[in-house]
């Protein structure tokens, strides 16, 4: 069993990872259940990708801003109750919780399990933040009563296990995001008659950093006359309508915002493209984006932040930018544009390092994890006894 305690049907990285590896997890043949909240009718669950596997858990969901991004969290009392009868349901080996501290479904879940002790329980901790985290510190004796509750406890980067080692004791197991590589495979023949292409991935909050990217877009255009910046990603048109009066006040021209992508069609966005450029200022634990763009053989443009060095080692596979710096950004950019050679030898490193990230070399790691955690050889210094 998978709980993401985030809306299943609004995109993110969370919700990315939970569905990829359900996904992955059922193609070798492993009895897979999703608990998550889901606000899209039961008519759209093929399209989200769990038709058949995703058992929601309540329709009511409410946006929680926090450090610079919104999280779509549910609260609904009843999905404890719902939660109990799934789990009388079916007898599941593993219960797999996604961001295992995070409020309402998550806490949930925990909850539920101790029901049933014969299913071990793993959390996955996504999250980074940076900065003072009073909120956090004042969490601690809940979250660390929370901790004993897991078996085991897996951080999807260096970064963010630094980060909730600052508030909890946990023995953290790195297992990081994966991929589907087959949909980002073929380059797309159409790339080279497009003219320059950079490609921005992501929803409009804040801390991805788009305003800087816009500023930085208006150098480009000057020694890029043909180039083109595509903004997609899961964003709603009242942030479209922000960042387009930004655009219009810098006089941009060659913009295009294209919304909510298919996985294919984000596959083909990602094949179009020259450069990804992923401006965030912070509180990324991954770069889930970034990824996708190596698999694709697309080099990627990014800011120097945490949870970006996990993946790119600088003028190899990526080009790594000073956070909210625009005429260093800008620097970046066009530079790159003027040098195919560059984007050919960075863009094949990057696949290179985004096979390592594949479905089919992270779940190996993971079942192997949960193999440990039901076998296992001594007790955990903070964790609930086997």
């Not at 879940?109 to 009073?134: C, D, I, K, Q, S």
């Not at 380059?187 to 992501?202: K, Q």
Request: glycine letters at 8%; a positive charge; proline letters at 6%.
């Amino acid at each position: 069993m998978l709980v993401s305690p985030y809306d299943i049907a609004i995109p993110g990285g969370v919700t990315k990872h939970v569905i990829g590896l359900a996904q992955a997890l059922e193609r070798r043949g492993h009895f897979v259940r999703v608990l998550a909240p889901c606000s899209a009718p039961p008519a759209s669950l093929a399209a989200i990708g769990l038709d058949g596997t995703l058992q929601s858990v309540s329709s009511h969901v409410l946006s929680w801003p926090y450090a610079g991004a919104v999280s779509h969290i549910s609260v609904d009392p009843r999905s404890a109750g719902r939660i109990r009868s799934l789990l009388a349901a079916d007898a599941f080996d593993i219960m797999h919780v996604h961001e295992p501290l995070a409020p309402g479904v998550s806490w949930a879940a925990l909850a539920a399990a101790h029901r049933y002790p014969g299913m071990r329980v793993v959390g996955t901790f996504h999250a980074y933040r940076e900065g003072p985290n009073r909120l956090y510190r004042c969490a601690r004796p809940l979250w660390r009563a929370a901790m004993r509750l897991l078996d085991g406890h897996v951080a999807v980067s260096t970064a963010t296990a630094a980060f909730w080692n600052q508030f909890v004791n946990a023995s953290f197991r790195l297992i990081p995001n994966g991929i589907d590589a087959q949909l980002l495979r073929t380059v797309a023949p159409e790339r080279d008659r497009l003219g320059a292409h950079v490609l921005f991935v992501g929803r409009l909050e804040p801390r991805k950093g788009l305003d800087v990217l816009l500023r930085a877009w208006r150098q480009v255009e000057r020694q890029h006359a043909d180039a083109r910046l595509t903004i997609a990603g899961a964003y709603t048109r009242q942030d479209e309508a922000t960042y387009r009066r930004q655009a219009a006040e810098l006089a941009l021209r060659r913009i295009r915002f294209v919304g909510p992508q298919s996985e294919a069609s984000l596959a083909a966005c990602y094949r179009q493209a020259d450069i990804v450029c992923a401006p965030a200022r912070g509180f990324e634990s991954f770069g889930l984006v970034i990824l996708e763009a190596m698999a694709a053989g697309v080099p990627v443009v990014a800011s120097d932040i945490a949870g970006y060095r996990t993946l790119v080692t600088p003028d190899r596979d990526g080009l790594l930018v000073p956070a909210g710096d625009d005429a260093r950004l800008a620097t970046a950019l066009t530079a790159l544009l003027r040098d195919p050679e560059r984007r050919r030898c960075l863009g094949e490193q990057g696949r290179l390092t985004a096979r390592r990230y594949t479905w089919d070399h992270v779940v190996p790691r993971l079942l192997a994890y949960y193999d440990e955690i039901n076998h296992p050889s001594e007790e955990k210094s903070e964790g609930k006894k086997p």
